[in-house]
């Protein structure tokens, strides 16, 4: 009984193919996202009750405008869904929802709308200003930026 709260990929089908399911959101769990205790947004989590894969959809308290990407954005078999944080900002800039390889870079606009690459390594960014978390280690908590 011990592993029913496995959120782990052993619950995908075998013979399912991911990128060919005709996929059926289900709400799976949310990260919310705070600055000194105080919520300022939060990352929707939705997996697919076939095939399993997951979905996100970023949230920013007080911002009406609809979001870069809405519906259920599509990622990559080789990409993971994380939360950019950025030192150098304040407030909705400071965190953005992202997808990151295992490595490689990803492109990150900064102060004075100025685009920087960031490098990834391990799924993490490596930078002295900038940091990210992954999704699938935070659901269902509050992580504090």
């Known amino acids: 009984m011990q592993g029913l709260n496995n959120t782990g990929d052993w619950l995908t089908p075998l013979s399912m193919d991911i990128e060919s399911c005709k996929h059926q959101p289900v709400y799976f769990g949310v990260v919310n996202i705070n600055i000194d205790e105080r ?11 076939v095939c399993k894969k997951r979905f996100c959809e970023e949230k920013q308290l007080g ?6 990407l809405v519906g259920m954005p599509k990622i990559g078999p080789d990409e993971r869904w994380a939360v950019s944080v950025c030192k150098l900002q ?12 295992e490595s490689g870079e990803i492109k990150h606009e ?18 002295s200003s900038h940091w990210s978390f992954l999704i ?10």
């Open 90 to 101: 304040q407030g909705k800039h400071k965190w953005k929802l992202v997808k990151l390889k």
């Open 63 to 68: 911002i009406e405008e609809l979001a870069d």
């Open 136 to 145: 699938d280690d935070n659901i269902n908590k509050a992580v504090e930026i």
């Open 39 to 49: 919520t300022i947004g939060s990352v929707d989590v939705w997996r697919c009750g």
């Open 110 to 127: 900064c102060l004075g709308e100025k685009i920087i690459p960031l490098r990834v390594d391990d799924y993490k960014i490596v930078d």
